[in-house]
């Protein structure tokens, strides 16, 4: 994963984060788990709280959603 960008990397991360219900065998994907890890662990090493999902979805440059917003739209996979 290091050899790529970090913007690229975060791009291929949002489009297949925004497909998991589409596509729920990316759960169970070593890319997609081993994407996730290594940008968790940049945005770690950055400073980000990766645990609170408005800094992580800020960092990956997502719009932040406050958790009561994005548990009425969770759904089961």
Excluded: P
Excluded at 32 to 47: N, V
Aim: net charge negative; charged share 30%; with cysteine.
């Amino acid at each position: 994963m290091e050899r790529y960008g970090l913007e690229d990397l975060k791009l291929i991360y949002r489009v297949l984060h925004r497909h998991l219900a589409q596509h729920t065998e990316l759960l169970d994907s070593d890319f997609f788990t081993d994407l996730q890890r290594h940008l968790q662990q940049r945005a770690s090493r950055e400073g980000v709280d990766v645990s609170d999902h408005g800094a992580w979805d800020t960092w990956l440059d997502n719009a932040a959603v406050s958790c009561a917003t994005r548990l009425e739209r969770r759904k089961t996979l």
